[in-house]
């Protein structure tokens, strides 16, 4: 198993940066992939960003070119800078990590990001 920490949600006004942490409990070396979904109210869960243990990364469409996703071995912690924000950026962030290729999810208590004037 793995325990997941998140932080670094708060308030932007659109066009502002947030950096988001994932701090994992154990070295993500042995994780497969890990990243951000995000869930704004009303809508289903959606796939923000991933990152594969050999450092492949991902992007949904409506973060491309607006988003990074690294990641920091020796503190086992992935980062979600996003840049650019828009209000419809405005969700629960939930940090995730699967151990294996289609194994199951495990969650972070997720972050509030609030993009508004």
């Known amino acids: 198993q793995v325990q997941l920490v998140e932080s670094g949600g708060g308030l932007v006004q659109p066009g502002g940066s947030l950096r988001l942490s994932c701090a994992a409990s154990?070295?993500?070396?042995?994780?497969?992939?890990m990243g951000w979904y995000r869930q704004a109210p009303g809508k289903q869960r959606e796939l923000v960003a991933t990152?594969?243990?050999?450092?492949?990364?991902t992007y949904a469409d409506s973060v491309s070119g607006r988003s990074t996703l690294t990641r920091d071995n020796a503190k086992n912690t992935v980062y979600l800078q996003m840049n650019s924000l828009k209000p419809e950026d405005t969700a629960v962030y939930y940090c995730?990590?699967?151990?294996?290729?289609?194994?199951?999810?495990?969650w972070g208590q997720g972050t509030q990001v609030t993009v508004s004037s």
């Open positions: 995730y990590a699967r151990m294996t290729p289609g194994g199951r999810n495990y």
């Open positions: 154990i070295s993500i070396f042995s994780i497969n992939d």
């Open positions: 990152i594969t243990s050999w450092g492949t990364t």
